[in-house]
């Protein structure tokens, strides 16, 4: 029987065989296709380029999917839950913020931040920026464009670093004109990440490291860390300066400070000599278990997409919640509602300590400066300036960075902790100096309770801030836009 | 060609189909051996039981692998870092915890809980339990005895629930005298899992809950909620109650107990109502990740183990960091190492915001102390008392679950945050009440930054109370072993 059946079995053997290797074909060939539509992007490239290349447009043929994902940070609808599109006022929801920042830009105005293609048309437009009709009207050096920009590399090559930072701020209005872009995180020639600020690199270098040496994964955290990081103005040229030469924790920033005696402004309410934190996103990450695990940015902040035959790193910039299926669910199996709720839960856990310390931090400012009007000498306030600053610095540090509630949950509760712990003391410490100076009982405060009492009390003329900006961006920067334009800096239409 | 390898071919065929189903002979024949040699266990039980069986030693000979695995939990080296297999004193490493449990009980003797094995013996020894020499020095109810042994639902059956609550402990020392063991969580019959305490099954009746549909996993879980857990002895009859009916937060069961006007002793230095939190092991392990993605408390704390043809849950329960290959690693890929120190890194954050709070909270009880001797009214001191039972709630419920800064470290964050905060506060009130009694600056503290200082300040005779309790073991405890061996209550040689 076994003999009769042979015919057949060599034939099925045979034709089976015929069947898997043509599907072996097809998949190899689809394999080779793709690989080969991968190639031919860079072996046949419209534009050739090298250097900087400053105008995002020129992108566009070349890598349609990049360029398509990254213009899409126009809209960040899913960022603004308040209104749209618009920014969120922070100051409006937490009026403590213009008692905080008395003294200093941000107490005009502090809103949400949207994605890249705004980063420029954002910055004209903030109130942080002034008005500077003439060069000496300016608040702000140049250092404050450096994160704006693909510009910024193009200026320092042809200027030098140390004159694009001790600019004024109005000096480079028709300069850095295109938004945050290609050039800022690729060699427009290979389009590989390459680290395009000087400060990080130089940074890197202070601690002994080489940032040539960073792996692939390492590159797609470190080419966000050029601007999501803790950073100062040194010095009178304003350098731009990473305050990591003594680690990279809210106590080792503060240490570094503190040894170079160094403050951003002095709050004229409390005379406390602030630290205003920046968004130290690349730092506090770094103390959570994603980052820990060897999680870079990009993972979740530009997931992989697929398109064609093409994978390519989708460029909207976002909360990874705007798609969760293509962010946490690469490696985390629970349902899309319960890993949000695991994201709320954290970050609702990080504000309940964040409230706090803002209610007490407040009150710490204002009853300082009733305790200087009521006969407190310096050396009686010195301990309690220590603590606000240092309250208000893990304050800032705790809650500048959006993301850090979810990136290091328990690092932050720390932080926020400490910072609560400051400012109680703070308070303690200016009960008992009231008290010898005869004044017992709950110090009488005023009414801050909305942006707008905040910044009347601390003697802002908000109308006329407002009237002014108006004027400026209707004269000034249309100018800027017309130069820049007829320099041939500018090819999008604004 | 195809015609002339046919023969070969068949024979290759045949032959490979005979080895493929030899090989699955053997595979099956093992599975079928090994699930016959646990089939063969449970219907060849040497043993016959029903009902509750209280001596442990009785399941030994036919679960030698779960009977040895508990007997090492007599070994509990792994727990001592601090030296050896002795309990580490933990009033000596935190003296503020004398000055919160001032005239109660735990300010006399605090100390790392050992093994189940030594559950009854720990008790015995503790300071807390006292010295009832007769039936009126006893200073604990029959309730204390509730978590330590299989005798508790023997005696429950045999003389009524109510009755066990309400006795003295004293009158139980013959009768409890199993440690911890089988019968706790099993029923001895079939060795399911089964809830043997009252007070589980109670709460859940109250939250409208059948305990009896929970699944295996979750009974994995349960059957240690019977102990580890928030609880109190409600009213005269001192009946063991579990909190819960108002949810398992940290402010849940304070509402609840607020809502019956409930604490557990005044504290004669602040004479502050104080809630003293047990050890909501279980409550506070819901807060954290592990427990919300489903895993159980077994699942850690009784890795399975293999051993010839058997699979069993390993009895002798520990810190999953004993043995990391079999617990974290079981889900987790990272280095044994790197585990560790994760765990620790999450215990250190903790610990920090704990250290302050306790600073914080031990000064408040002496200041209140202060305030009191120099005149604050019951007005003025009812809010300051109100911040200090709120802050020691939270620090108790936020430590006294010694794994709670892993199981649910943001939430353990949040809670001590949140009483660090109302000690603070009440410092600051305290502050404000002193200054308007005519008292202004630091108000001087008492030395009590020792165990020894601590107990001497609130007035404890601690060579009097130990050598009492040396005098109550070498007398009294004997007899009562005697006794329930004479009963046949006790198999074990103690």
Redesign the interface.
């Known amino acids: 029987m076994?003999?009769k059946?042979?015919?057949w079995?060599?034939?099925l053997?045979?034709g089976g065989s015929l069947v898997v290797v043509f599907v072996l074909g097809i998949i190899v060939s689809s394999l080779i296709e793709r690989r080969s539509e991968v190639a031919s992007i860079f072996n046949n490239r419209q534009t050739k380029m090298s250097g900087i290349v400053t105008q995002n447009e020129k992108f566009k043929v070349d890598f349609p999917n990049e360029y398509e994902s990254w213009k899409a940070t126009e809209d960040t609808t899913f960022k603004s839950e308040f209104n749209g599109n618009a920014q969120h006022d922070d100051l409006a929801s937490h009026p403590a913020e213009v008692i905080f920042w008395a003294g200093y830009a941000f107490s005009r105005d502090y809103a949400s931040p949207r994605g890249h293609y705004h980063a420029l048309e954002d910055m004209r437009n903030t109130l942080r920026t002034g008005t500077p009709f003439t060069r000496d009207q300016n608040i702000q050096p140049g250092t404050c464009w450096t994160c704006k920009s693909p510009d910024v590399p193009r200026y320092m090559k042809e200027h030098g670093i140390a004159n694009f930072y001790k600019a004024k701020w109005s000096d480079l209005g028709a300069e850095i004109v295109n938004p945050i872009g290609c050039s800022d995180c690729h060699d427009p020639a290979t389009m590989n990440l390459r680290i395009s600020r000087p400060a990080l690199i130089e940074a890197f270098k202070r601690q002994g490291r080489d940032i040539t040496k960073a792996s692939q994964q390492e590159m797609r955290t470190l080419v966000c860390a050029q601007c999501h990081v803790e950073y100062y103005f040194k010095g009178d040229g304003k350098y731009l300066t990473f305050p990591w030469d003594k680690g990279l924790t809210v106590e080792n920033i503060e240490a570094y400070y503190d040894s170079l005696n160094y403050s951003d402004f002095v709050n004229p309410i409390s005379r406390t000599p602030i630290l205003k934190a920046q968004h130290p996103g690349y730092e506090t990450t770094r103390m959570g278990?994603h980052a820990?695990?060897g999680v870079s940015c990009a993972d979740c902040h530009m997931p992989y997409k697929s398109e064609g035959g093409i994978k390519y790193s989708d460029h909207q910039i976002m909360s990874p919640l705007a798609h969760i299926d293509r962010t946490c669910q690469t490696c985390h199996r629970?349902d899309a509602e319960v890993l949000r709720q695991?994201v709320y839960d954290?970050q609702r856990?990080c504000e309940?300590?964040r409230d706090?310390l803002e209610t007490?931090l407040c009150k710490a400012h204002l009853e300082a400066q009733f305790a200087w009007n009521h006969g407190a000498t310096q050396q009686e306030m010195q301990p309690v300036l220590k603590l606000i600053r240092q309250s208000q610095w893990r304050w800032d540090f705790g809650v500048a960075s959006h993301g850090a509630a979810f990136h290091a949950?328990?690092?932050i509760?720390?932080i926020?902790?400490?910072g609560?712990?400051r400012a109680?003391?703070a308070?303690?410490a200016i009960?008992?100096i009231v008290?010898?100076h005869g004044f017992?009982?709950?110090i009488p405060l005023p009414d801050v309770s909305t942006k707008e009492k905040a910044q009347k009390y601390i003697g802002l003329d908000m109308n006329k801030l407002r009237a002014e900006k108006q004027r400026f961006i209707n004269t000034i920067i249309p100018k800027w836009l017309q130069e820049a334009k007829a320099k041939g800096r500018l090819t999008r239409e604004m």
């Open positions: 076994a003999k059946l042979k015919a079995q060599g034939w053997i045979y278990i820990q695990r629970q695991n954290r856990k309940e300590i706090k007490e949950p328990q690092e509760m720390r926020l902790g400490n609560l712990e109680l003391q308070r303690l009960a008992k008290a010898k017992t009982g709950d």
